[in-house]
C-alpha cells in the first residue's frame, strides 16, 4: 500500500490554486516546497514552505529540488491557463504543459517519488449536453488548452500503471473565491475570469463588463457554469496527497459542486454583496464557451471523501470581494491596479 504523504510535497506553480493548496498543506503539517520559474507565478505568495526557483522542464532542477526537500509527492500545477491564447500559441501550450509534464515525470521517475497530483480541468471534456458531467462523460477538448491537460492525465496515468506511482488528476470546473483571511486571491495576468471582473466593474463604474452571449439554451440565456471555492479546491489536493492507495493506480476525479449558476446570477450575486450596480453590456459569445458546464461531483465524495463545503456562490463572492477590494496586505505587495483595487499576487 502506497500511503500518502505526511512530510514534504513539492508543489509546482505559485499562482492561484496552488499557493491556496500550499497554505492547506502547511495547515495539516506538510511542507510545501514550491517550485516555479515566475513566469507568472508570484513569489509573495510562498509564505507556507520554501521557495525552489526552476523550470518544470528542467529535468535536473527539479530533481535537485526533490532531493534537496526529501519529496514524497508532487503536485502538479505549473503551466499556462488562458484558453484564448491556446489557440493563438498552441506551441507554447505544448511545450510548458505537455513537454513540461514529461520533463517532471522523469525526475518523479529518476528519485522514485511515489506520488503525482495533477492539477487539471472541465476543458478536458469540451462541448457537452449533459445536465451534470461524470468523469465517464467523453472527452473532446475544444481548445489546445484542454488538449494539453487530457494528455497530461493520460502520461501520468500510464507512468502510474508502468513504475507503480500513485496519481491523481483533478479537474476543476470553475475555481472562484479566495483565502478567507485575503492574505492570497485571485491575481491572473490578464484577468479573464467573470468574478473578479463583475467585482471590478462595481468596485469602478469606469470598467464595464461584457456579457458574452444571452441567447443560449439556457434559463436566462446566459452560460451556466459550477463556481468551486478555491479552498474547497485546495482541500481535494490534500486529501489526494493523504489518501491510501496501492501503487500504479490513478483516479480522474471532477471537483465541482453539481450546481450551476448563470451569469446573470453571478453578476446579481455581485451586485447584492456590494450594495453597488454593475454596469454591463450584452456582447457576442466568446469562442468555444459551451452553454452548461457543471460537474457530477460523485466519484471525488467517493474515492477521496471530500464534497464542497464553502462553494455557495454567496460565499465564494464573500470572499472574492475581500480579496480584491484589500486594502494591504503581506509582503511583496504589487502596485494597486487602474481601478484602486489591491492587485497582490497569488
Ligand atoms: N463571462 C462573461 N464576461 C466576462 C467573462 C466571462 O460573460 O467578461 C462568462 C463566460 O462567457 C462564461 C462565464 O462567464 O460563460 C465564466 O467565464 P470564466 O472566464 O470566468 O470561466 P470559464 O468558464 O471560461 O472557465
Given at each position: 500500500m502506497n500511503e500518502g504523504s505526511d512530510r514534504a510535497v513539492l508543489v509546482t506553480g505559485a499562482g492561484y490554486v496552488g499557493s491556496h493548496t500550499a497554505k492547506a498543506l502547511h495547515a495539516r503539517g506538510i511542507v510545501p516546497v514550491v517550485f516555479d520559474n515566475l513566469s507568472s507565478g508570484y513569489r509573495e505568495a510562498v509564505r507556507w514552505g520554501p521557495f525552489e526557483y526552476g523550470d518544470i522542464r528542467d529535468t535536473a532542477a527539479v530533481i535537485s529540488a526533490i532531493e534537496k526537500h526529501s519529496i514524497?509527492?508532487?503536485i502538479h500545477f505549473a503551466g499556462l491557463i488562458e484558453v484564448g491564447r491556446s489557440v493563438a500559441r498552441p506551441d507554447l501550450?505544448?511545450?510548458?504543459?505537455?513537454?513540461?509534464?514529461?520533463?517532471?515525470?522523469?525526475a518523479v521517475k529518476l528519485t522514485r517519488t511515489p506520488r503525482v497530483v495533477f492539477s487539471s480541468s472541465a476543458a478536458v471534456y469540451g462541448h457537452t449536453d449533459l445536465a451534470r458531467i461524470s468523469e465517464a462523460a467523453p472527452k473532446h477538448p475544444a481548445s489546445p488548452y484542454g488538449d494539453t491537460k487530457l494528455a497530461g492525465e493520460r502520461?501520468?496515468?500510464?507512468?502510474?500503471?508502468?513504475?507503480g506511482l500513485t496519481g491523481f488528476a483533478l479537474r476543476y470546473f470553475n475555481a472562484a473565491g479566495a483565502d478567507t483571511g485575503a492574505l492570497i486571491g485571485e491575481a491572473h495576468e490578464p484577468e479573464t475570469h467573470l468574478i473578479p471582473l463583475a467585482i471590478a466593474a462595481a468596485l469602478d463604474q469606469s470598467r464595464a463588463l461584457t456579457v458574452f452571449g444571452d441567447d443560449f439554451a439556457t434559463p436566462d440565456g446566459t452560460c451556466l457554469r459550477d463556481y468551486v471555492h478555491?479552498?474547497?479546491?485546495?482541500?481535494?489536493?490534500?486529501?489526494?496527497?493523504?489518501?491510501?492507495r496501492p501503487a500504479g493506480s490513478f483516479e480522474a476525479l471532477n471537483l465541482g459542486t453539481g450546481v450551476g449558476h448563470s451569469v446573470r446570477e453571478v453578476i446579481a450575486a455581485v451586485q447584492a454583496a456590494l450594495g453597488r450596480d454593475i454596469s454591463f453590456s450584452r456582447g457576442p459569445r466568446r469562442t468555444g464557451d459551451p452553454p452548461i458546464l457543471v460537474a457530477d461531483p460523485s466519484l471525488a465524495q467517493q474515492n477521496l471523501g471530500w464534497k464542497a463545503e464553502h462553494s455557495g456562490l454567496d460565499e465564494i463572492v464573500r470572499d472574492a470581494m475581500r480579496w480584491e477590494a484589500a486594502p494591504a496586505y503581506g509582503v511583496g505587495r504589487r502596485p494597486p491596479r487602474a481601478t484602486g483595487l489591491a492587485a497582490v499576487a497569488a
Open positions: 514524497s509527492a508532487v501550450f505544448w511545450d510548458v504543459n505537455v513537454i513540461g509534464t514529461l520533463r517532471l515525470l522523469e502520461m501520468i496515468e500510464a507512468q502510474c500503471a508502468a513504475y478555491v479552498n474547497d479546491l485546495a482541500a481535494a489536493h490534500v486529501a489526494a496527497v493523504l489518501a491510501k
